[in-house]
């Protein structure tokens, strides 16, 4: 059997037919860390953050540079990730039969309090990611990673037995007969098959809107004012969520071009919060930890296994 290489996983990344369950996910993600595993690129730990790491690929891959992966997180081991994604999956099932009620079963406490899900979930992505920045121009893969984030939080939604789709939607301008703004949706999800097919229906009043990106960097803002629009627009209230993967990038601290920069801004996040409208929900995957000592962005944000488990199943049962 040939070993598979990083051009291999390139190839899959690229693949437009692929990812269409959420095994696809596995296999590359697994394949990735038996790669790193076995070729054993250089592994450089943060100096101003040392939870995060990087990998350095080889000279044949001009000596490119993964994006930061928070070992707290990240399954170096391609074993323990096997492991754990076939808990998820085991997980998922659970929670589909028993929905919310799932955080209240004495069996399913020990595997919450792992935090488990947002690990297996940032390994795949991080994996993804990985081999995006493998490539000779990363920016050629930066949309498609992001394409695969938003289709893998998809994935997991349905897997759950609910409705959800992207969908592009052409809302008319209140006053401007003739005139409409068109909107890009990532997600469209509801509980009890709400789905409207056509695009000239626009929401249903028993759907969320949910917005998937890989960062908030240059992004945050058009979160809040979809909101805003959408709800002006329509003349009623739109229910929107954020769905982001991490807020860090690398930047360079005096000599060492590793170190950590976060890019959340809090203070445009509570302004926007404060001056436009709330979002009906704000998750991370790997959440900054001024986002869990912070009392008022605490009250706004929350990690994606906590969105999984409680709030995805309040917000679709309104």
Avoid at 76 to 97: G, H, M, N, V
Avoid at 155 to 183: K, N
Avoid at 289 to 294: A, I, K, Q, S, Y
Wanted: glycine share 6%; proline share 3%; net charge negative.
């Amino acid at each position: 059997m040939t070993a598979i290489t990083l051009d291999d996983l390139q190839a899959s990344v690229r693949d437009r037919s692929a990812f269409g369950e959420l095994g696809h996910y596995f296999t590359l993600c697994h394949a990735f860390l038996t790669l790193i595993e076995e070729t054993q690129p250089t592994r450089i730990i943060s100096p101003t953050y040392h939870n995060y790491v990087f990998y350095q690929y080889s000279e044949a891959y001009g000596h490119r540079i993964t994006r930061p992966l928070n070992i707290n997180l990240f399954f170096e081991s391609a074993d323990d990730f096997k492991t754990a994604f076939e808990r998820f999956i085991t997980f998922l099932a659970d929670l589909r039969r028993l929905q919310e009620t799932v955080i209240d079963q004495d069996t399913k406490r020990d595997y919450l309090n792992s935090k488990e899900i947002n690990k297996v979930v940032y390994t795949i992505q991080q994996s993804v990611g990985s081999i995006g920045d493998s490539f000779d121009n990363p920016n050629q893969s930066r949309k498609r990673v992001g394409q695969l984030f938003e289709n893998l939080i998809k994935l997991i939604i349905q897997e759950l037995g609910l409705e959800c789709e992207s969908r592009r939607v052409t809302v008319p301008i209140p006053g401007y007969p003739g005139y409409a703004m068109s909107y890009d949706l990532d997600l469209v999800f509801s509980r009890d098959k709400a789905i409207i097919a056509s695009e000239t229906e626009l929401i249903h009043p028993a759907e969320v809107v949910g917005s998937v990106k890989t960062t908030s960097k240059d992004r945050i803002d058009k979160v809040f004012l979809d909101k805003y629009l959408l709800t002006q627009f329509l003349g009623r209230e739109v229910r929107v969520i954020a769905i982001f993967l991490h807020d860090v990038q690398r930047a360079r601290r005096g000599h060492s071009i590793f170190g950590i920069n976060s890019t959340f801004k809090s203070n445009h996040f509570l302004g926007y919060t404060v001056a436009l409208n709330r979002l009906d929900g704000v998750y991370y995957v790997d959440p900054r930890p001024e986002m869990v000592t912070d009392e008022r962005l605490r009250e706004e944000i929350n990690d994606f296994q906590h969105f999984l488990t409680h709030d995805l199943w309040v917000l679709a049962g309104r």
